[in-house]
């Protein structure tokens, strides 16, 4: 094994119950495990622990030698040439022809018996004699699942009667049992690497200890490899090769692309070989499971390899035994193969034509079900096997029923892929187009594909209702998409000069008017001319009694009046129903639910924020809509990650290339919170830009307010004032100043001032209590700049308990801060235990910068700081500031990071952390990671972690 790689991760359990075993001779211990998953690895990292005057016997045995017998015993036996360590029985003598290396202390040999059975007995149990002559011995035989009758009948023949000091220690690959080994045998099963495991195991060979895998790479290493570690090492090595794995940043990157063609040669040679092992039928039932990917039965093996039913059993029973396929967890009859890996090994392994040709029969026979998923995959058969018109008819028909039981995405998938291709013309191509538009909207579309789809068909179609439709769906699309400010406008002005002919169709036309009236888009469009749009809806729906235009009017009138806090959005929102019979209604009215969390968050209710979610959950799973699932998690997560709940500290748990903006805010804001400000710095101007430029000014506005907060140098002070000022002018515009609530703490002032008057005349009548909050802080600012410290203090105060209330502890940390600093310069005492208890709430959030502005500022008041004086020794334990540097330094941050976090000099945090290197014996910030996790209970403050500050 190369250097630097680990022999053994997520052994631990194992290596010690088997040097435990072999500690107490007499023994046998079985050790099982499919391939590939580290037997011979445990075996021998045991038998460097085995006691040092045992001799050593390793042979194994191997589907060439079944014929011999005692073939690995005899292997063991010859290579190490031991001398016996008593006198002999004479039957040894038995084994003077097959050990002749042996037979200067062997008995002379018996005579020959007539009967081969007896013949082989007698070899047996000479064996059993020359292994009990030797003395203190350790007997170690892989791979039993090919061993001879003979092998098998020695392994019976010490589990009954087992030598005193002998230890036997065979493996073995499932479904062998080895049953000869007898009821008192030790047996150890290796389990599959965790997605930690393979990800340690990756990095490891690899071998950049100062880039990291990241954990969505690491599920899909762990899902083509099943965590088999033979498998990890040589995917891992290939793809490195190959280039499709390669650092960028300090993190490895995966390309997907050409995944499906990238097997290693090594498990290809495994598996093939395998292969050819199997007898009649296996070889055409593998290359049918292959070809079918996904779990198979034994139905549709047989039609696909043209099988009969009973054949296709035994050939894939033959498959399990031979170790190429395994039963599903879940029981019944299917089975699938070991891993991904050895599946494409199959796969890449067929020619072409014929390839084809088992797709073809696979596309016929999964067809025919008539199940949704089903459908989907004979699609896929019928594109693989080069049927074009077969693929587009399938794909349509899937789609149809996909959208017809609530899975947009995949009828969205399904015919964009079919109009791209062309596959489809006419009138056809008009009626899956209008398809395509209805299963649209929540559905991922980030290059606009689906748009351009529908504007083409928009062109071609030659009835004006069909126009009329595709018109409204086009726009749909691009403002639901999140297209760039230019195409929204030209999409809403479009939609806009149109709105004449639309009346003809009163459910597109209410519909139209609903989709000009959204709130979070179209930033040039004022709230009171959108609030306008919808008073026309209103009123087209007396005109029409489609279901799905009520539910866009009625979604889109609570969503635009709770935007801007008045108080009739909670009337309207509970008028919303509960669920329909149609999965595009039930669809919307999930949507507007997301849409009235959304908004609940941004005025600072969050409680009734969650009761929102929850009921969009409880829809989404009575009608197994999953198309919005992916923002309800984000939304939740927000929410509670600004009530302050322990278990959003972690963050998202989506790779970075599937984080909405939402969920890139959060992230971006906990980077700020822990103290690594570049990164936290480039993500909150990307959230920030991105989101002004498609008008999701609220969430612009979270971003904007961050970066202003993260600004530590003038460069830094200027983007922020910048990016605040443009994203002012647009709240100004839209007549949403509620969504300008978390700006005002931190935004420069003359931008406050200049806006405040505005900001507090807009918040009359309005249900937002984030915004008052945030009015109280901006004005307490005003005060304090101006050098009236009591007055200041006491709006940190009213605004301190507003925040507190919401709960918002992070924002109620902020004020107490405030509260406190103007104290002290108004002459006044302080709450040192309400500064203790903030101080407290911030480590516990992972608010690293704020926590230490906060112990600086009550060092500054002379109060006693929340850790203990002096400096203990802790010899070769770590300190609880080399605790907290390394764990620090474990999660990636700088050590510019760190001491801007915490507040000290830098050279201090190189200090700390050498340390800690040092006792930890590591020297890479990989290995101190992993140090970290492996060893005993560590004392940090990190969110990573999610324990608290040993306060000391």
């Not at 199997?278 to 070809?291: K, S």
């Not at 009761?611 to 009575?622: I, K, M, P, Q």
């Not at 999953?626 to 984000?634: D, E, N, S």
């Amino acid at each position: 094994m190369p250097p630097g790689e680990p022999a053994l991760l997520e052994r631990d359990g194992a290596l010690r119950s088997l040097a435990a075993a072999l500690a107490r001779p007499p023994v046998i211990v079985v050790v099982e495990g499919e391939p590939g998953i580290g037997k011979t690895s445990l075996v021998h990292r045991a038998l460097a622990q085995a006691a040092p005057d045992a001799r050593r016997l390793v042979g194994a045995a191997h589907p060439t030698l079944t014929g011999c017998p005692l073939g690995p015993v005899i292997e063991a036996v010859a290579a190490a040439r031991p001398a016996p360590a008593r006198p002999l029985n004479a039957v040894t003598g038995a084994l003077r022809p097959v050990l002749p290396d042996l037979a200067g202390v062997l008995p002379p040999p018996p005579p020959p018996l007539p009967d081969p059975h007896l013949a082989r007995h007698r070899l047996v149990r000479a064996m059993a004699a020359l292994l009990a002559g030797l003395g203190p011995a350790v007997l170690v035989l892989e791979d039993l699942q090919w061993a001879d009758r003979a092998t098998l009948e020695l392994v019976r023949m010490l589990g009954a009667r087992p030598p005193p000091e002998l230890s036997v220690v065979v493996t073995c690959a499932p479904p062998a049992a080895l049953t000869e080994a007898g009821p008192d045998a030790v047996r150890l099963r290796l389990p599959p690497l965790s997605p930690d495991g393979t990800r340690r195991l990756a990095e490891a060979v690899l071998g950049e200890p100062e880039t990291t895998l990241p954990r969505h790479v690491a599920d899909v290493l762990h899902a083509r490899s099943a965590g088999v570690p033979l498998a990890v090492r040589e995917d891992v090595r290939l793809l490195r090769r190959r280039g499709l794995l390669r650092p960028v940043d300090g993190r490895w990157v995966l390309g997907a692309q050409e995944l499906a063609e990238a097997v290693p040669p090594r498990i290809a040679a495994q598996v093939l070989a395998r292969i050819g092992r199997l007898e009649g039928a296996g070889a055409a039932a593998l290359e049918a499971a292959a070809v079918l990917a996904e779990a198979a039965e034994p139905e549709p093996v047989a039609a696909v390899a043209g099988l009969d039913a009973d054949r296709a059993c035994a050939a894939l029973a033959e498959a399990v035994r031979h170790g190429l396929l395994r039963e599903q967890d879940t029981g019944g009859t299917a089975v699938r193969f070991r891993h991904e890996l050895a599946r494409l090994a199959v796969y890449r392994a067929i020619p072409g034509p014929r390839r084809r040709r088992l797709h073809a029969l696979a596309a016929r026979e999964l067809a025919r079900s008539g199940r949704t998923g089903l459908l989907v995959a004979a699609a896929e058969h019928h594109r693989r096997a080069g049927d074009v018109p077969g693929w587009a008819a399938c794909a349509a028909a899937a789609a149809e029923r996909a959208a017809a039981e609530g899975a947009f995405e995949t009828a969205h998938a399904l015919l964009q892929e079919v109009l791209r291709a062309g596959a489809v013309t006419g009138d056809r191509r008009t009626e899956l187009a209008v398809r395509l538009g209805w299963a649209a909207p929540g559905c991922a579309d980030r290059a606009g594909t689906t748009a351009a789809l529908l504007a083409d068909a928009r062109r071609r179609a030659a009835a004006p209702e069909r126009r009329a439709e595709l018109l409204v769906l086009w726009a749909w699309s691009l403002l639901d998409g999140g297209a760039s400010r230019r195409e929204m406008e030209r999409a809403a002005a479009e939609l806009y000069v149109r709105l004449g002919a639309l009346m003809p169709y009163p459910e597109l036309y209410a519909i139209a008017l609903t989709v000009l009236a959204a709130p979070d888009r179209l930033p040039g469009h004022a709230l009171p001319v959108q609030l306008g749009y919808l008073d026309r809806a209103r009123a087209a729906l007396a005109q029409t009694a489609d279901p799905m235009a009520h539910a866009a009017v009625l979604t889109g009138t609570a969503h635009s009046l709770l935007a801007c806090g008045d108080p009739k959005g909670w009337a309207a929102a509970e008028a919303l129903p509960d669920r329909t019979d149609r999965p595009e209604v039930n669809r919307q009215l999930l949507r507007g639910l997301l849409d009235l969390a959304e908004a609940a968050l941004h005025l600072g209710h969050y409680a009734r924020g969650l009761e929102f979610l929850e009921r969009g959950r409880r829809l989404a799973a009575a009608t197994r809509i999953t198309v919005h699932g992916p923002r309800l998690r984000a939304i939740a997560l927000r929410i509670r990650w600004t009530m302050g709940q322990a278990d959003a500290a972690e963050g998202p748990q989506e790779p970075p290339s599937r984080q909405s903006l939402a969920l890139r805010l959060v992230s971006a804001q906990i980077c700020a919170g822990q103290g690594r400000m570049e990164e936290a710095r480039r993500a909150l101007r990307a959230v920030a830009e991105e989101a002004h430029e498609i008008g999701e000014l609220a969430v612009a506005a979270h971003a904007v307010a961050e970066l202003n907060k993260a600004a530590l140098s003038a460069v830094h002070r200027r983007a922020g004032r910048a990016l605040a000022r443009r994203v002012l002018a647009e709240l100004a515009g839209k007549q949403i100043w509620v969504w300008a609530a978390p700006l005002l703490p931190f935004v420069p002032l003359d931008l406050v001032e200049a806006v405040l008057p505005r900001y507090r005349e807009a918040l009359a009548g309005r249900d937002a209590p984030l915004a008052r909050a945030a009015l109280e802080l901006a004005e307490a600012r005003l005060s304090e700049r101006r050098g009236d410290a009591e007055r200041a203090a006491a709006g940190y105060r009213s605004a301190r308990r507003r925040y507190a209330a919401l709960p918002d502890p992070r924002m109620a940390a902020q004020a107490c801060l405030g509260e406190a600093r103007c104290r002290l310069a108004a002459g006044q005492a302080v709450d040192a235990e309400l500064l203790r208890r903030t101080w407290r709430t911030l480590t516990e959030l992972g608010e690293l910068r704020d926590a230490d502005r906060l112990k600086q500022l009550m060092r500054t008041a002379g109060l006693p700081v929340p850790h203990r004086r002096g400096r203990p020794g802790y010899g070769d334990r770590l300190s609880p500031r080399e605790q907290e540097i390394a764990a620090l330094a474990a999660s990636g941050r700088t050590n510019g990071d760190i001491a801007a976090a915490l507040c000290l000099a830098e050279r201090t945090v190189k200090y700390h952390l050498a340390n800690a290197m040092r006792k930890l014996q590591v020297s890479n910030r990989r290995q101190l990671r992993d140090a970290l996790e492996a060893g005993a209970s560590h004392i940090c403050r990190c969110a990573r972690c999610g324990r608290g500050l040993n306060p000391s």
